[in-house]
């Protein structure tokens, strides 16, 4: 059976990823797109076949035809766009980070529950069948047990237009890339920490967070550590450090669908690299929502865990030593 989907947003993780992947997934087409730049959609209409196109958004969740909706909207349009969502009966698949705090994550959470239909976040990385294999390797007690685990996510921001440097449209660096950050940590953790330290930079001019740097404790004793920026270099990379083996991923996520991918894993003294093919984790995410939908999986992330995700994001923020910076 085939998800007819709506899409909100034709910025540039909806047409670089998600309508590809939507057309070409196994279960999934797109429907309908939703733009207040109408050319922009109805370009992109005509380029990848969606029939409807609509210049308001609230137009395409009336739309009978759609059964569910990417939300790639900013920030601060995921909340109210979800809720609307939900009361229209669209399942819903929400671009990160899911909201801009654990409270109206929770608000988002219980609307979709009320009204009897699917919310995930769109943490893509999770899908790579690089990532699964991460997570395998540390289960299966390869490393041992973990120690030490290290995420980082930056890029310099320089466009000063673009809406990650408005707070009022829940921009800084930590809700966009740190939410990557903090998710890898909790993830391959498979728990919440319970201590945080943390220290964050804001540029004096609009008090936008420019970068984070992080230090949880989880309840097995191990540390992660995060950072994340909007003024330094691009780098993305994931590392573990077990009582036995370490293991790093990096380019952890953002691996486009055309990308190889490596793990470079280090055990008894010995250094070897796994090399994987390029594949999608956007399109491998959409047909597992999919997949949820038609009873035929049980759900990889549940929105709970995005919620608990945004609740230390939220407390990050809460405790941080800060500093201005220009």
């Known amino acids: 059976m085939i998800c007819n989907w709506g899409i909100l947003g034709a910025g540039f993780v909806t047409t670089r990823a998600m309508i590809p992947a939507l057309q070409r997934s196994r279960n999934g087409h797109v429907r309908a797109l939703a733009s207040r730049n109408l050319a922009r959609a109805q370009a992109l209409a005509a380029q990848w076949q969606i029939e409807q196109v609509y210049g308001d958004y609230q137009a395409l969740l009336a739309d009978p035809e759609v059964d569910a909706v990417y939300i790639a909207l900013p920030n601060h349009l995921h909340h109210p766009w979800t809720l609307r969502a939900a009361q229209a009966g669209k399942h819903v698949l929400c671009e990160k980070p899911l909201a801009r705090s654990a409270r109206e994550a929770e608000q988002m959470l219980e609307a979709c529950q009320q009204a009897h239909v699917l919310l995930m976040e ?33 890029f310099p921001l320089k466009d000063t237009g673009n809406y990650r440097n408005s707070p009022a449209y829940g921009g800084g ?17 498979e728990a919440l920490p319970t201590s945080i330290q943390a220290f ?55 691996a486009w669908r055309d990308d190889a991918t490596l793990l470079y894993l280090q055990r008894d003294g010995r250094f070897s690299d796994e090399r994987f093919a390029p594949a999608d984790p956007y399109q491998l995410m959409v047909e597992h929502f999919v997949d949820v939908l038609h009873g035929e999986d049980s759900l990889a992330y549940p929105p709970q865990e995005a919620v608990q995700i945004l609740a230390v994001l939220d407390a990050i923020r809460a405790c941080s030593e800060t500093s201005p910076d220009a």
């Open 122 to 154: 769109a943490a893509m990385y999770r899908f790579h069948p690089r990532m699964q294999r991460l997570k395998d390797l540390l289960a299966s007690g390869a490393l041992g047990s973990p120690r030490f685990l290290h995420s980082a996510f930056s």
């Open 200 to 254: 964050t930079s804001y540029r004096e001019t609009d008090g936008i967070d420019l970068e984070s740097s992080a230090l949880l404790r989880f309840p097995n004793g191990s540390l992660g550590h995060m950072q994340c920026s909007f003024v330094a270099a691009e780098y993305q990379t994931i590392e573990i450090v077990g009582s036995q083996g370490a293991l790093v991923a990096p380019l952890a996520f953002t």
């Open 173 to 189: 660096a930590l809700l966009d890339v740190g939410c990557y950050c903090v998710n890898a940590l909790c993830w391959l953790s």
